[in-house]
């Protein structure tokens, strides 16, 4: 079982950047997945999570990202626009059966996103 997170990267306030979400060795579609966030000296924030065709957003977030999935590539998106310095962090997809609620089973290695000028 593994998750593949990729897509993290330097890009200006205002801009725009997608992380992907690989999951190999079991089906996604049974299971919710979240992308979390941690940065420096902070508690680690869930941001995003999937299941079914129901999404669900922080508010720090809201309007601004968008997580979605593509169940033939096995594969999870979180598409970051009016990305803000404090959108700054280590981000991380993970996997929890059914529902956001429950325990992540499944982490991938984060990917490293900043916002700066």
């Known amino acids: 079982v593994q998750l593949q997170a990729s897509g993290g990267g330097l890009v200006q306030p205002g801009g725009s950047l997608r992380l992907s979400c690989a999951a190999s060795?079991?089906?996604?579609?049974?299971?919710?997945i979240a992308w979390f966030r941690q940065a420096p000296g902070k508690e680690r924030e869930r941001v995003a999570c999937?299941?079914?065709?129901?999404?669900e957003y922080s508010d720090s977030v809201t309007g601004r990202f968008t997580i979605s999935r593509d169940s033939a590539r096995n594969t999870t998106y979180l598409q970051m626009n009016s990305l803000k310095p404090e959108d700054t962090a280590v981000y991380y997809c993970?996997?929890?059966?059914?529902?956001?609620?429950?325990?992540?089973?499944?982490w991938g290695e984060g990917t490293q996103v900043t916002v700066s000028s």
């Open positions: 999937s299941v079914d065709d129901t999404a």
């Open positions: 060795g079991f089906i996604m579609e049974y299971y919710a």
């Open positions: 993970a996997a929890a059966f059914i529902d956001c609620t429950n325990i992540y089973d499944y």
